[in-house]
């Protein structure tokens, strides 16, 4: 279960709760507040939770906002095998957040053995890196 789904029901427990009318003890709310709020920063850490949506291109990323910096990984050579590594330096809180969200449809439609993707269709890491770094002229580098 990804972290959204999981906020999903917990919120939807809490309302339970309360539609009931039973009162939960200061120790449940702190703990329901405290789960709550890890897996949010987990969600703004790494800007989207794994498994949320598949990428026929994009294996992971990972953001540092205090240096801009961007790594990329792409997929290797087997299903969701770790390919390469690339670090883009300078990128702006805001790219990465389109990127993270996919929000940039790819301009073809196809399939590989990782994923489709349809034309325009968003969801798509592999279309909003490829669209905002190149477009960025970011500089890059291999680094695995």
Same mark, same amino acid.
């Given at each position: ?16 709760? #309360?539609?009931? /009318?039973e009162?939960l %003890?200061?120790?449940?709310? !702190?703990?329901l507040?405290q789960?709550?709020l &890890?897996? $949010?920063n ?5 800007? #989207?939770?794994? /498994?949320?949506?598949? %990428?026929?291109?994009?294996? !992971?990323f990972?953001?540092d906002?205090?240096? &801009?910096? $961007?790594l ?17 330096? !300078? ?23 990782y994923?489709?993707w349809?034309? !325009? ?19 890059y580098e291999?680094?695995?």
């Amino acid at each position: 279960m990804n972290p959204r789904e999981l906020i999903t029901e917990l919120v939807q427990a809490i309302q339970l709760v #309360i539609d009931s /009318g039973e009162v939960l %003890s200061d120790d449940i709310q !702190g703990m329901l507040a405290q789960t709550l709020l &890890q897996l $949010l920063n987990r969600m703004d850490s790494t800007g #989207i939770p794994e /498994g949320s949506f598949p %990428s026929s291109n994009v294996n !992971g990323f990972q953001y540092d906002p205090k240096n &801009q910096e $961007l790594l990329v990984q792409f997929h290797g050579p087997y299903p969701q095998a770790a390919g390469p590594v690339y670090r883009y330096a !300078g990128v702006p809180q805001y790219i990465f957040n389109i990127i993270s969200r996919g929000q940039i449809g790819p301009l073809t439609s196809g399939r590989n053995r990782y994923h489709a993707w349809h034309r !325009g269709i968003t969801p798509s890491l592999g279309a909003a890196v490829n669209a905002l770094l190149k477009a960025g002229n970011y500089q890059y580098e291999r680094i695995s």
